[in-house]
Nanobody, 122 residues
Framework: QARPVESGGGSVQSGGSLKVSCVAPGSIGYCVHWLRKAPGKEREGVAVIDPDGSADYAAAVLGRFTISRDAVTVYLQMNSLQPDDTAMYYC????????????????????WGQGTQVTVSS
């Protein structure tokens, strides 16, 4: 599985929006996750999308973030951003072993991107 490549991070004010992208060729049959890591905090799952397009979200972002995919790219639309959303956002392509992909559950072997920084100021 090729290494995914993220883009689209940046700096916004509280309440703003950003859309980050993950180019992941060959990922169509895999779970594709968005996870984030903030300084001093554990890595946490944000969202995941199944090969069939169904999605699972962390409670902290439900209703604000939307994950979607096409044949090559997985997107994360982030609305109503808050300072607590500030983190490095990573894309991870993971084989699907269970009936459904589950947010934050990365089983491996996993292909990780290099991350894209999202900063939200108050």
């Amino acid at each position: 599985q090729a290494r995914p490549v993220e883009s689209g991070g940046g700096s916004v004010q509280s309440g703003g929006s950003l859309k980050v992208s993950c180019v992941a060729p060959g990922s169509i049959g895999y779970c594709v996750h968005w996870l984030r890591k903030a300084p001093g905090k554990e890595r946490e799952g944000v969202a995941v999308i199944d090969p069939d397009g169904s999605a699972d979200y962390a409670a902290a972002v439900l209703g604000r973030f939307t994950i979607s995919r096409d044949a090559v790219t997985v997107y994360l639309q982030m609305n109503s951003l808050q300072p607590d959303d500030t983190a490095m956002y990573y894309c991870a392509v993971d084989p699907k072993f269970a009936a459904r992909c589950e947010v934050g559950v990365v089983q491996g072997p996993t292909s990780w991107g290099q991350g894209t920084q999202v900063t939200v100021s108050s």
